[in-house]
């Protein structure tokens, strides 16, 4: 089979190295891939960009792509499954209609709402003074999010008005986020342990996926702006198996059967966000429509299944015959970032210590770029280090020990990915 993989990031490079892994794999395409993916056996990359959905459909009809694998969430909100479909050709993710769920933050609320599925009180706003209006009754912390699609950047969490009326009025005002933030929700803050929930849809069944977790701040202890991602661990040790199935009752089911019910059946991954509250209930703080990023570098670094016939298996409605095999060991990645990001940072900048190889630790890349004989930095997040271990804290040593062998001008990382798991794993063990 010939495989195409759409997009430039970590997951990107992640979702082609494990494809090309599989048995049914003669040839990985990425478009338009990274300075990463163009070192992987058996994988190409196209230059083409993973908006250019026209150009994409002609490439995949004239190399005969037997399968697409979208990775971020914008070709999937501007209909390219249903574009790929109408010429026969097998892509794996939602329709338009059905990536609304990510793509309109209201329309995903709403939905909730409309399906009892648990989430924080909110309410919409397009104008500045109704919103601020309304922020006045509410008690603080308070989270104001940019309705559209803004890289997992358009949240902000506000401690004070202050914060709260200088958020709304850069969202609506200032539009920071173009398109994106012209419409706004404000929400109730919701306090606990914020875990990551994937799992496979073919429109009718669901697979859940192995639990993970990411650390969304730039910043130590979970401090600072929110991020795309700073690193992420599976399995989550929050989510025993009583947790996932009141998950699966309360959320996951729910959902397919409101989108199928809407006429819009759901296929492809679907990306729950919840916040565990310290009741232990689940709530939902967001929905994705594709796999997360960091998340799938240690989820793929821990799947034994194949990939590909995972993602056949979506497209042929045939998930209810799949059980997925995981490695044990846990799984950490952490991700080096340029300094300044998630604001401005420098690019270009030639990045050293890449030609580690161990068996446990795979380097993605996703910010980089080929150039002349280096590998430069090339966006905001650059690497995801990835490890197993036979523990948690041996996964963490392991990813750290490669991390400080990673060298550019401007790097910056947290230096604590994955300490709520450690400190879960510690108060378990203690109880």
Known sequence: MNILIIGNGGREHALAWKAAQSSLVKKVFVAPGNAGTALEDKVKNI??????????????????????????????????????????????????????????????????????????????????????????????????????????????????????????????????????????LIEEFLAGEEVSFIVLCDGENVVALA????????????????????????????????LEQRIMNEVIQ??????????????????????????????VLEF??????????????????????????????????????????????????SKGYPQAYHKGQAIQGLSQTTENIKIFHAGTAQHDADIVTDGGRVLAVTALGDSFSAAQRHAYDSVKKISWQDIYYRDDIGYRALTYKTNKSSE
């Open 211 to 242: 639990t993970s977790q990411d650390h969304k701040a730039r910043d130590n202890g979970d401090k600072g702006p929110n991020t795309g991602g700073m690193g992420a661990y599976s399995p989550a040790p929050i989510i025993g198996p009583a």
């Open 47 to 184: 230059p083409i960009d993973a908006l250019d959905i026209s150009a994409l459909k002609t490439f995949a009809l004239q190399q005969k792509i037997d399968l697409t694998i979208v990775g971020p969430e914008t070709p999937l909100a501007a209909g390219i499954v249903d574009q790929f479909q109408a010429e026969n050709l097998l892509c794996f993710g939602p329709s338009q209609q059905a990536a609304q769920l990510e793509a309109s933050k209201t329309f995903s609320k709403d939905f909730m709402v409309q399906h009892n599925i648990p989430t924080a009180a909110y309410a919409s706003f397009t104008q500045t003074q109704p919103a601020l209006d309304y922020l006045a009754q509410q008690t603080l912390p308070i989270v104001i999010k940019a309705d559209g699609l803004a890289a997992g950047k358009g949240v902000i969490i506000a401690h004070t008005p202050a914060q709260a009326q200088s958020a709304i009025k850069t969202l609506l005002t200032e539009k920071t986020f173009g398109q994106a933030s012209e419409r706004i």
């Open 288 to 337: 994705n429509c594709r796999l997360g990023d960091p998340e799938t570098q240690p989820l793929l670094m821990r799947l034994k299944s194949d990939l590909v016939a995972l993602c056949l298996a979506g497209c042929q409605k045939e998930l209810n015959h799949i059980e997925i095999e995981w490695d044990k060991r846990p799984a950490l990645a952490v991700v080096l970032a």
């Open 254 to 283: 729910p959902t397919m059967a409101g989108m199928k019910a809407a006429g819009t059946p759901y296929t492809g991954f679907l990306y729950a966000g919840l916040m565990i509250t310290a009741q232990g209930d689940p709530k």
